[in-house]
């Protein structure tokens, strides 16, 4: 079946940090890849997604690349800020097969000023 | 603001109560969900309605109904909850089929408190 592997969090960087964390599926066919955020108190939302291989979703500051030769999809940002602290959850939805989602555990993201 | 609306934002009750959970979606999607967040664990989908039909994760106890009258509304009901079922419900809402590409629409969720 279906399945995404995020890295362990938390992440702790300090404000101004450049941000990677690693996202790998496994999967049939060609699954679209989407980044969620929960800020806290809050639902989750969607960063961002890539729909085929080699796009590359952006939103925020924050980007990531479909590389299906590496079934990765790692988030990363140049420069974080403390307002980014949220945990984020790598995702994977199979057009032409199940309609629901496969999410990730997530990663928290804590940054310090 | 995300299209998907959850009420009650908090919800306390005691193990005897009866309670519901509801969602409503303005998207014109075709399929909602229901989710469970718990600390320390993964996301867990408990429910999902595409098309009036019910997908459901076997391992979701019977104290726990959904309802889902039509495509912009879900409910979640509530009865005889163990101290356990504490946790954040999410809501959410998707185009289930066609050229979309899959991404949900989340509610900002019921923060449930059981005593």
């Known amino acids: 079946g279906d399945s995404v592997t995020q890295m362990e969090g938390p992440v702790t960087l300090s404000e101004e940090a450049f941000l990677t964390i690693n996202c790998t599926y496994t999967a049939t066919g060609y699954p679209s890849l989407f980044w969620y955020v929960q800020y806290p108190g809050e639902g989750l939302q969607l960063l961002l997604k890539?729909?085929?291989?080699?796009d590359k979703g952006s939103n925020k500051g924050f980007e990531a690349t479909y590389r299906k030769e590496t079934t990765s999809f790692h988030l990363e940002k140049g420069s974080v800020q403390v307002s980014d602290s949220a945990v984020y959850f790598c995702?994977?939805?199979?057009?032409?097969?199940?309609?629901?989602?496969?999410f990730g555990r997530g990663t928290s993201l804590i940054v310090h000023p | 603001e995300t299209g998907v609306t959850q009420t009650p934002r908090h919800l306390v009750m005691g193990m005897t109560n009866k309670k519901s959970l509801k969602c409503e979606q303005h998207l014109g999607h075709n399929a909602m969900y229901w989710y469970k967040q718990s600390a320390k664990k993964p996301l867990e989908l408990m429910f999902v309605?595409?098309?009036?039909?019910?997908?459901e994760n076997n391992s979701v106890p019977s104290r726990f109904s959904p309802e889902c009258p039509n495509s912009s509304h879900l409910f979640l009901h509530l009865h005889t909850l163990q101290p356990e079922d504490s946790a954040l419900y999410l809501c959410?809402?998707?185009?289930?089929?066609?050229?979309?590409?899959?991404?949900?629409?989340f509610g900002e969720g019921s923060r449930l408190t059981v005593l």
């Open positions: 959410a809402s998707s185009q289930a089929q066609g050229a979309h590409t899959g991404e949900l629409f």
């Open positions: 309605y595409s098309l009036e039909e019910r997908v």
């Open positions: 995702a994977l939805s199979r057009r032409g097969g199940s309609y629901i989602p496969t």
């Open positions: 890539a729909t085929k291989a080699d």
